[in-house]
């Protein structure tokens, strides 16, 4: 297969440029694509930002988160050192101007900032998105003239409800067209998210038995053993349900259930995610389960109650957990439930997608932190008598492919830059996300019934386990 081109020349603007997502994932992303030799030399990046900075101070940083990374095991991005070629090469490139997002002077301003392509990247807070997007269209500056592209890379979340997301959509849209917008789910990223559909789809011994006639249910989990950390006063409004299941785990879940696209072209593969996503029947409050963590130890340290986290109030009803039971109402998936579940201050971070079948075999798609994937069997033990075992079989990506540097960031923009859609969320995928989960939202929105609360180093409430339970099922276990 031919080694990727570098993307065309392009102007990026990245509004919040002092931000935590531009310095620990945008940036190592950049960098990471220098190194691998696919951007223009004509690339430039221009941070926008309402903080006091000029250029030379942003660079330094920047440069300074770089290096930090080196020394940082649990960051996405870890490498053993940053080499000065690319970052210089990179640095050269960067420039800074203070920006105030609400105010229209400085979107005419930037018109003399632009020639070409350009790449409108929005790391900023969700209320600023179709503010900035109708700053930019007032002025013109989405236009598409002379063969030049203009794109704008909006960040999850999409909303925060059915309605917000169909407002932010109707904003977008007055301003721009839908091929021109870039929802980013980054959790699409992932190289092992990616490997699904082809793992699916180019391997005989799988699609054929990827089915109700084969598969008793479907388990996806992404746990986290840390808290909210600093993200208290975000998260007390948003919650697990909100932050995780619409995007991520609902990424993760069209990847597995979709049926096969007419080809693997961005449109085709969007039209079989949207038919999935249409395809879950509205999730009733009954088939939802939520949780809040208590205090208790992670690895022998305190762990505060999230109640008694910074920014949050001392009687929340946020959810910190929250699993659901997902039914697709299609052939292939008719009476397969599809049960997924994420939350915080569990008892393992874990991302795994489990396949469990109906004669008795489990196949995991590893996302983090193994990738790969694993499969159990049933062989013969040794010896005189004819007696059977549980065998497992696994793959790692590591131990067959040299993986470059990457923190999930490079592919999307490099699709973003060479006008990619595959890995990008289309407005009615937004739409049909958000309506699925409608009324478990709408129930816990209106309830003041106290929450469960789990123990930290858990797998989670009991709540949760019986949504399994009255169907003879259980979770798999974490550890």
Not at 190 to 206: A, D, H, S, T, Y
Not at 209 to 219: A, L, M
Not at 220 to 245: C, N, P, Q, S, W
Request: charged fraction near 25%; include cysteine; aromatic fraction near 10%.
């Amino acid at each position: 297969m031919p080694s990727p081109k570098p993307a065309p020349p392009c102007t990026i603007f990245i509004f919040g440029a002092v931000g935590d997502l531009t310095k620990r994932l945008l940036m190592p992303a950049i960098y990471n694509l220098a190194g691998s030799k696919l951007l223009d030399e004509r690339t430039k990046i221009i941070g926008l930002d309402h903080n006091d900075r000029t250029a030379e101070i942003w660079r330094g940083e920047l440069n300074d988160a770089l290096q930090s990374f080196t020394k940082a095991a649990g960051a996405e991005f870890h490498p053993d050192h940053i080499d000065e070629a690319t970052w210089g090469w990179v640095s050269q490139r960067l420039d800074y101007t203070v920006f105030d997002f609400e105010q229209s002077d400085g979107y005419e301003k930037l018109k003399n900032r632009i020639s070409g392509n350009a790449i409108f990247y929005l790391a900023v807070s969700p209320r600023f998105f179709a503010t900035i997007a109708e700053g930019l269209g007032r002025v013109g500056l989405l236009k598409e003239t002379d063969g030049a592209f203009r794109r704008l890379a909006v960040e999850k979340p999409f909303g925060s409800d059915l309605a917000s997301a169909r407002a932010l959509n109707e904003r977008l849209l007055a301003v721009t067209s839908e091929a021109q917008i870039y929802r980013v789910d980054h959790f699409l990223g992932k190289e092992p998210v990616q490997g699904i559909m082809p793992l699916r789809l180019r391997n005989g011994i799988f699609e054929p038995i990827w089915s109700r006639e084969h598969i008793d249910s479907v388990q996806i989990t992404a746990a986290e053993t840390l808290g909210v950390e600093h993200r208290g006063k975000f998260y007390e409004t948003t919650g697990a349900l909100r932050d995780m299941v619409p995007n991520h785990l609902f990424s993760l879940l069209t990847m597995t259930a979709m049926e096969a696209p007419r080809s693997f072209d961005a449109e085709d593969v969007r039209d079989a995610k949207v038919a999935l996503l249409q395809a879950i029947r509205p999730i009733a409050p009954g088939d939802a389960a939520r949780g809040q963590y208590a205090a208790g130890t992670m690895d022998g340290k305190p762990v505060r109650a999230f109640r008694d986290e910074d920014n949050v109030a001392r009687d929340s009803h946020t959810e910190t957990f929250a699993a659901l039971a997902v039914q697709i109402d299609s052939h292939r998936w008719n009476g397969v439930p599809f049960y997924v579940r994420t939350g915080k201050q569990l008892a393992r971070h874990l991302t795994t997608i489990a396949i469990l079948f109906k004669a008795g075999n489990l196949l995991t798609l590893g996302i983090a932190p193994d990738q790969g994937f694993s499969v159990t069997f049933q062989a013969k033990k040794p010896g005189p008598v004819l007696e059977t075992g549980t065998a497992r079989a696994a793959f790692a990506y590591k131990d067959y492919f040299e993986e470059p540097p990457a923190v999930g960031y490079e592919t999307l923009l490099y699709d973003l830059m060479t006008g990619n859609s595959l890995l990008f969320q289309r407005e009615d995928m937004v739409d049909a996300s958000w309506a699925a989960v409608a009324p478990v939202l709408d129930a816990w929105g209106s309830s003041h019934d106290a929450l469960p609360s789990y123990v930290p180093g858990s797998a989670g409430p009991d709540t949760a386990a019986n949504l399994l339970e009255r169907s003879g099922r259980h979770w798999l276990p974490l550890g």
